[in-house]
């Protein structure tokens, strides 16, 4: 599974199951008499190959770069019966040949994960809790991901909540999102400068449809925008329906932040709309996508508040893996076409078109990283790009992937001293 921590291997106590190579490795019993206690050891390997016209479009000196990102990752899950677990899983992630390494491109061997766990199942529901080192996404992760796209994923120490009971599920956690660095093995850390916590309630509604909503407060000691710096202190307030029917399939999620940075007070909002409907009884299922997002930007610099919204931990992948998209001071129409001409194979057609919300702030990337140059100047047009990517499955345990984008610069870009840019990036993924 994406998620290894949820995975289930206890059916393989039947020696008769061990059919692939390894699963004596997937279940090793830890009692005779309990074939929920056992131990299962896993690993993950992604190697991607990226080349990518210039960061940041190109301006203030960035060059041409391709290079390799490597992850791997090993865990081990221990069961200890049915409602403890323990899981533990390290990780190296490299770059190789790399112009500017950042921290989510590399951190050499370290804890990636480790946490316990514990659930039980009540008349009236399910309790479950988590505390350690762990990851937790939401929706389609806009605004709380894994942040898979990039080399190093994002982790957090947390002490997490949850409670299911018939269409309800409500969610708690407190947490430090982990900070990463790459000077030595086992350096990475988290601290309280940097704090995020959550309350949030879930619930199905009209059959499989889901309607939630949460409130989050996100933290950080000295933070830095174009028209203010300080603590920052941001409450959050977002709320989500999603579902599908009669081949229509639609996500809406509306954000709004509120709280300070320094002396200046917050007034921040996004909206992300994706809808589609997928034509299942022609041959290679086409879905007509269409995409919809907006994020406030600063109006007026030099005032007492800062309207720049903060797109918290993004999964770029949402957007495109190139990184030219920021969610943060923009608006984004994306129509697409999915194709599937065999289960194994996905084809992804799109274009994108993006204007910023405002002139005054600036021309934002991935995750939120200002264009020098573009706040203030140029008109609101940002620019346009083609994206095209493919996924294949070779089996259980193999699956590849193909992306390209060409982005076509607006006027605020081009004079900052940026220039159209392209993105490729090739994908194998072994998981075990």
Do not use: C
């Not at 950042?102 to 050499?108: A, F, H, L, M």
């Not at 949460?214 to 579902?243: K, M, P, Q």
């Not at 709004?256 to 299922?285: E, P």
């Not at 600036?362 to 095209?388: E, K």
């Amino acid at each position: 599974m994406f998620n290894r921590w949820q995975e289930n291997w206890s059916p393989l106590a039947d020696p008769a199951l061990r059919t692939e190579p390894g699963d004596s490795l997937k279940y090793i019993a830890l009692s005779a008499n309990n074939p929920a206690s056992y131990l299962s050891l896993g690993v993950n390997l992604r190697e991607r190959v990226e080349f990518n016209d210039a960061a940041g479009f190109g301006v203030g000196g960035g060059r041409s770069d391709s290079y390799l990102i490597q992850r791997l990752q090993a865990h081990v899950d221990i069961h200890f019966n049915e409602h403890w677990q323990l899981f533990t899983q390290l990780e190296d992630a490299r770059d190789a040949n790399k112009r500017t390494t950042t921290p989510v491109d590399k951190n050499p061997l370290d804890l990636r994960l480790a946490f316990l766990a514990y659930s039980h199942s009540f008349d009236a529901g399910t309790f479950k809790a988590r505390i350690g080192r762990q990851e937790f996404a939401f929706d389609l992760q806009r605004f709380v991901s894994l942040r898979d796209g990039p080399n190093v994923r994002q982790a957090f120490d947390a002490v997490w909540a949850d409670w299911e009971t018939g269409r309800w599920r409500f969610i708690g956690f407190i947490s430090q999102p982990v900070q990463y660095a790459d000077a030595h093995p086992f350096d990475d850390s988290s601290s309280g400068h940097v704090r995020f916590s959550m309350l949030r309630v879930e619930r199905q509604v009209f059959g499989n449809q889901e309607l939630s909503a949460y409130y989050s407060l996100f933290a950080r000691d000295n933070a830095r925008y174009i028209d203010g710096s300080g603590r920052e202190l941001r409450h959050v307030f977002d709320t989500r329906y999603a579902g599908a029917a009669r081949g229509f399939d639609w996500d809406l999620e509306a954000m709004a932040q509120r709280g300070s940075v320094g002396v200046k007070d917050i007034r921040a909002w996004a909206i992300g709309t994706r809808a589609g409907y997928t034509f299942a009884s022609i041959d290679w299922q086409p879905r007509i996508g269409l995409q919809v997002d907006a994020a406030s930007g600063d109006r007026h610099r030099g005032d007492n508040i800062i309207g720049t919204f903060n797109p918290l931990f993004p999964n770029g992948y949402y957007l495109t893996l190139a990184g030219f998209t920021g969610y943060t001071n923009f608006v984004h129409v994306k129509p697409s076409v999915t194709l599937k001409p065999s289960s194994r194979l996905t084809l992804i057609g799109a274009l994108g078109l993006q204007w910023r919300e405002t002139t005054a702030d600036a021309v934002y990337t991935q995750p939120n990283v200002a264009v020098p140059g573009t706040a203030g100047n140029g008109g609101r047009w940002t620019g346009v790009y083609g994206q095209l990517r493919a996924d294949y499955v070779f089996n259980a345990n193999l699956a590849a992937a193909v992306e390209m984008v060409h982005f076509e610069i607006g006027d605020a870009i081009r004079r900052a001293g940026g220039h159209n840019s392209n993105y490729l990036g090739v994908e194998l993924k072994y998981m075990w």
